[in-house]
């Protein structure tokens, strides 16, 4: 049950099937793809696809801010140069799109199976395995420092213009590379904070036996003893004693 480098994982084996299982083979096998997964959903390499990903949205924004420079000199020439930078930013930004659209399928997909193998024959080492703190909080401090540098680069660009200077078009630039940064961050501190959320949700224990049931008064005055949970305590006293006087069957003994 090697996973394929590029595959996700299969899903855990139908209660019908799991007699057949080996439990040593079941049991690594769930270790081994919570851990794929859990590098999946929150590795350093997925941290990356995010952060490259914005990366391609904002060199997309660049061509538009060009554009809208552009368009703002007025001339002929500077309006066909403007609607050449305009292409090729909508060319940049709609691959861009699709890929991110791609990403998030593709984490709802993990996260599906996250939960399916997480709940699947629990282990007493799963908290080291479904909260991995390391990378959650790795994820989130970097997310916050990309957070603030958008923060700084949206509200320095519009605090400082002045007018004469700086153009519309430059200042729209900056506000919209900072809003990228910005979301980019929060959404990869969103995603630490949902995966540390969802392991403690995880982690708690199931709902517990219920307990014996108590011991019910025999309606003649004879007492009863405890029953197990599940079981009806329906037969009449009478049968009861007659049962317990009864002389065992042949062979029995």
């Given at each position: ?222 007492p009863a003893r405890a029953l197990p ?12 004693r007659s049962a317990s006087t009864e ?7």
């Amino acid at each position: 049950m090697r996973m394929p480098r590029r595959d996700l994982p299969p899903p855990p084996p139908p209660t019908h099937l799991r007699a057949w299982l080996d439990d040593a083979v079941v049991r690594a096998d769930r270790a081994r793809f919570l851990t794929d997964l859990g590098r999946l959903s929150l590795g350093a390499a997925r941290l990356l696809t995010l952060w490259l990903v914005s990366a391609v949205f904002a060199l997309g924004w660049s061509f538009v801010g060009m554009a809208l420079m552009a368009f703002e000199e007025g001339g002929a020439a500077e309006k066909f140069v403007g609607a050449v930078f305009l292409v090729l930013g909508a060319g940049v930004l709609v691959p861009a799109g699709f890929w991110f659209v791609w990403g998030a399928k593709r984490d709802r997909e993990v996260r599906r199976l996250l939960c399916a193998w997480a709940g699947f024959e629990r282990e007493p080492g799963d908290a080291a395995l479904l909260r991995a703190p390391g990378r959650s909080l790795g994820w989130l401090l970097s997310s916050l420092a990309l957070s603030g540098l958008g923060l700084w680069v949206t509200f320095g660009s519009a605090g400082t213009a002045r007018p004469g200077t700086d153009t519309y078009g430059e200042v729209a630039y900056f506000m919209g590379l900072g809003m990228i940064l910005w979301i980019t961050g929060l959404l990869g501190a969103g995603k630490a904070a949902a995966h540390y959320r969802w392991a403690l949700r995880a982690l708690r224990p199931g709902p517990s036996a219920s307990p014996a049931s108590p011991a019910r008064p025999d309606p003649d005055g004879e007492p009863a003893r405890a029953l197990p949970a599940g079981v009806s305590a329906q037969v009449p006293a009478q049968e009861r004693r007659s049962a317990s006087t009864e002389s065992p069957p042949l062979g029995s003994g």
